[in-house]
């Protein structure tokens, strides 16, 4: 078995299994492309959030509850809907007439693992109920801030934002998601196998979990204990000025877009057996961490919600690691 040593646990050893087991785990329903689910492990590890973007019917779902059903965890699914109101997501007071008090009664929100299905189907309103909890992990209701449960993450799935019934997720939304992840269409070997089986009908149902949410909260602690070298900084800091100047976007990468990367790339080396950060790494996580937190001029003009990540990629090319 693989062990990764975390270099401030005084010499713990944290299972590289656990890891493989949940990979595996998703693989047995999910046929689609392994890169997405090293994104939404990613997330997981770095206590982060992940949107799952992409058009309907290539696995979204499928992906958000593999996971959720291959940790023993509480999961909550929430489908949003126009006419969802915030309070069916965060809870409502309610009176209690034989106690002449009111009880509050918890939403789904209150979960380890909380599946947002077709976040953009909602209003803004709605939308905005989420913001708090997924970036404090906690919710205020009734002038009361209630904790939320570690490990908590949001895994939230939209169509592209073009078709019909969906709303644009504002900037601030988009900011609180670590990564943005494209599933997109499987190779004809893997549609093969999911016309076949139909592994989403039968197979989903029946996944036990492979792992404890205490070991995640374990590997989350991990994190910042993965070496950053001097190199690799400058390199991603190089990466993030070039967002701030390029003459074909209008909003650039923000600190806090900047710490994310960071700690995405200390997440993707633990899922690598690795405690270090590589340049690849950086490469790698690049474009899923930061083109939603950018704002093309492209954009802004026509609506090209792409144009980002071309222009991402364009920076990829020309800015150099140094030596």
Known sequence: MDYLVSPNSAGALVSKGDIDRIRQSIQKVFLGH??????LL?????????????????????????LAKSIDCRFNRIQLTPDLLPG??????????????????PGPIFANIVLADEINRTTPRTQSALLEAMSEEQ???????????RPFMVVATQNPFEFEGTYLLPENQ??????????????RASEQKILTQQPSRQALDQLQPVIHADDVVRLQD????????????????????????HDQ????????????????????????????????????LFVP?????????TFLHNGDADATARVLKQILDTVPIRS
């Open 139 to 149: 919710v205020s209701i009734e002038n009361e801030t209630r904790k939320l449960e």
């Open 289 to 297: 961490c930061c083109a939603h937190r950018v704002i093309s001029k």
């Open 249 to 284: 976007l209008h909003l650039g990468v923000s600190p806090r877009g900047a710490i994310a990367l960071t700690n995405a790339c200390q997440a993707w080396a633990i899922i690598n057996g690795r405690d270090y950060v590589t340049p690849d790494d950086v490469k790698m």
């Open 34 to 39: 392994p890169r997405a689910i090293d994104l």
């Open 174 to 187: 988009l900011d609180r998601f670590l990564l943005r992840v494209s599933v997109g269409y499987p190779d």
């Open 222 to 245: 991990m994190v910042p204990s993965v070496k950053l070298d001097t190199t690799v900084v400058e390199y991603l800091l190089d990466l993030v000025d070039s967002t701030r100047d």
């Open 42 to 66: 990613t997330g997981l590890i770095a206590r982060g959030h992940v949107l799952i973007e992409d058009v309907p019917g290539v696995g979204k779902t499928v992906l958000a509850k593999a």
């Open 88 to 105: 069916d997501v965060l809870g409502v007071a309610v009176y209690n007439s034989q106690a002449a008090q009111f009880d509050f009664k």
